[in-house]
């Protein structure tokens, strides 16, 4: 005889609740900037009574702690779904691995500026909600390590070049692909210094 699991009806309406907390958040974060957010413009956006938002959040960065974990758990699952596709040659697995990142980067500034540079000066997340993040190093690491990049050195490089053209992409052409463009060239250049075999990302300047 099977027995129906007991529906905690109250936990999933305040889950929801949270939800709704955070999307409304992510809004005002992309229309605004993130210094927009504010407990009683949330609280407006969703229809609540700012005093009613603490019994969700305890505070403005309790609500950027939650986007910063949902924000690296969406990116943690997109680099777990890419694993199969991922090219056996190493120079272009590097190049795969960098656009993912990318591509996920320049879909949401708000989102990556959150998740990557500190633009709430005073906002620092929580160890739960950092883990995401840590998880994802861990497997870009692996991943190089796999290509013939090992040392911890050479992974940090990567992402200093990565994370440059980013930042000069958002800061000087949003929404173009001046510096973007770059990104075959760049890691041509990074896996030459590291020493990675195979045919060259682009053939010419």
């Known amino acids: 005889m099977s027995v129906t699991p007991t529906r905690d009806r109250q936990a999933e309406r305040r889950e929801a609740t949270r939800r709704e907390i955070v999307d409304a958040a992510w809004d005002i974060a992309r229309r605004d900037g993130l210094a927009a ?7 407006a956006r969703i229809g609540m009574r700012s005093p009613s938002l603490y019994t969700h959040f305890e505070s403005k960065n309790a609500i950027y702690d939650a986007m910063f974990g949902q ?5 943690l699952q997109v680099c777990e779904d890419i694993e ?18 990318v591509e996920f980067a320049l879909a949401d500034q708000a989102r990556f500026q959150l998740m990557n540079q500190r633009m709430v000066v005073d906002f620092e997340p929580t160890p739960q909600s950092y883990a995401p993040s840590l998880q994802v190093m861990a ?14 050195a050479d992974a940090d490089l990567c992402v200093a070049i990565v994370g440059g053209l980013i930042d000069a992409q958002l800061a000087n052409d949003p929404g173009g692909q001046r510096w973007i463009r770059q990104l075959p060239r760049a890691m041509d250049m990074f896996a030459d210094e590291v020493r ?6 682009r053939s010419k300047r």
């Not at 957010?37 to 609280?43: G, I, N």
């Not at 924000?71 to 990116?75: C, F, G, I, R, T």
């Not at 272009?92 to 990142?101: E, G, Q, Y």
Request: net charge positive; aromatic share 8%.
């Open 37 to 43: 957010v504010t407990l009683r413009e949330v609280a």
């Open 71 to 75: 924000a690296w758990s969406e990116y």
């Open 84 to 101: 199969p596709s991922i090219p056996k040659q190493v120079r272009k697995a590097l190049l795969v691995m960098v656009s993912t990142f």
């Open 139 to 152: 497997l870009f690491r692996k991943r190089l390590a796999l290509i013939g990049v090992a040392a911890d």
């Open 196 to 201: 990675l075999p195979g045919p060259r990302l």
